[in-house]
């Protein structure tokens, strides 16, 4: 695959992200993050472990800059690299490897898939048992989890605050942080119990950027996995990003089938589905039912296999991205009478179902090619 800092896309995008990380009005770094900082700063003395929640797509370019800052660190630091269902398992296991080699604890984990979830907290239990052996004698641990806007916190700290209730006592006393799909939306620091007998808790934390961002390779994987609003880029040019990227991967051949079952095209074709006879009702402006991402699937596959251009090539991949939005149009549905607002609606449609891990799992960087270097 190649990298973000090859394509001019990329760098495009990382600069406005930039200017926007300079801009006076701070539109991403408000008020409400320097004050989480400050909260931060004074309460990460006084907790037993530090579990830094990374994308597992973007494992460097994620780093909570902040805990660099922090010295000696004070508590024990585990690396989880959250959204591991999006990323390559490849290259996750090669970057789990490579924080082992340079001994930093780390562990990999799907917020929203209750077993995985279950057998972390097992993991951070085994963690507590080993602190008490150590010597530790208070009866509570805290956990507190840092990280940037929108690795998925919040999310994960609800996980383990449901799978982690004990008595049906507790159940009645839940207290709930807030998901959401928009960066920055956690503003206070919120602490959830997630195990008694020795209690333990977690502390979920606002996502926290450093006041200016100076490097663009950084900048374009950081807005195209979510972590900075949209609205700063724009979803076009995201959407472009990411076709650029999987234009230039071989995640498409894997779609290969679609191509080559004329029964699996005219099923499709007409929204059913050949074997299940209990099928769910279709909605076909729902562009995240099976039988439409099977249909985006298919006109991605066919429009790379047919292109004839020099795909190393910024214009000749800027071709076959048009080429793409405009048989992708057809596919989800958007009306002609909209043809202003055509892109906009295809490009949301594409960063959701990328984003949501439909058209494939992509790293955005290799930890092997940093260990080289």
């Known amino acids: 695959m190649a990298t973000a800092r090859s394509w001019k896309i990329a760098s495009e995008i990382g600069d406005a992200v930039i200017r926007a990380s300079r801009n006076p009005n701070r539109r991403w770094y408000g008020p409400h993050m320097a004050a989480a ?38 508590s024990k630091r585990i690396i989880v690299l959250n959204k591991m269902e999006l990323a390559d398992p490849l290259e996750l296991k ?6 082992e080699e340079r001994n930093y604890l780390s562990y990999a984990v799907n917020s929203h898939n209750k077993e995985c979830v279950k057998q972390f907290l097992n993991f951070l239990q085994s963690q507590v048992r080993e602190l008490h052996k150590a010597g530790h004698t208070s009866h509570t641990t805290t956990m507190m989890l840092l ?9 994960l700290a609800n996980s383990l605050h449901q799978i982690g209730r004990i008595s049906a006592a507790e159940k009645g006393k839940l207290k709930h942080t807030t998901v959401s799909a928009q960066p920055g939306d956690t503003k206070d620091i919120m602490s959830l119990k997630i195990g008694s007998h020795p209690n333990v808790y977690v502390l979920d934390t606002p996502g926290i950027f450093p006041p200016t961002l100076l490097d663009t390779e950084i900048c374009s994987k950081l807005a195209l996995t979510g972590a900075i609003p949209d609205d700063i880029v ?3 040019e995201l959407a472009r990003f990411f076709l650029t990227i999987l234009n230039s991967s071989n995640v498409y051949k ?5 191509c080559k079952s004329q029964d699996l095209r005219e099923s499709l074709s007409n929204g059913t589905s050949m074997s299940d006879t209990k099928r769910k009702r279709q909605y076909p402006t729902d562009h995240t039912q099976d039988f439409i991402v099977y249909h985006v699937r298919r006109v991605l596959y066919e429009t790379i296999s047919a292109f004839d251009g020099e795909l190393e090539d910024d ?3 800027g071709n076959l991205i048009e080429t793409q939005f405009a048989a992708l149009r057809t596919v989800l549905r958007v ?18 179902l990328y984003r949501t891990g439909r058209l494939g799992h992509y790293t955005l960087e290799h930890v092997s090619a940093v260990a080289k270097s």
């Open 234 to 236: 724009g979803k076009i």
């Open 94 to 99: 090669t970057c789990m490897d490579y924080f």
């Open 315 to 317: 214009i000749s991949m």
């Open 37 to 74: 900082v400050r909260a931060i700063s004074e309460r990460i003395t006084l907790v037993d472990f530090v579990l830094e929640i990374r994308d597992a797509r973007i494992p460097l370019s994620s780093e909570y800059e902040l805990l660099t800052k922090v010295s000696p660190f004070p």
């Open 335 to 352: 009306s002609e009478e909209a043809s202003e607002f055509a892109d906009l609606t295809v490009a949301s449609k594409i960063l959701n």
């Open 147 to 155: 990280g940037i806007p929108n690795v998925g916190k919040s999310a």
């Open 254 to 258: 894997k779609w290969a089938k679609l």
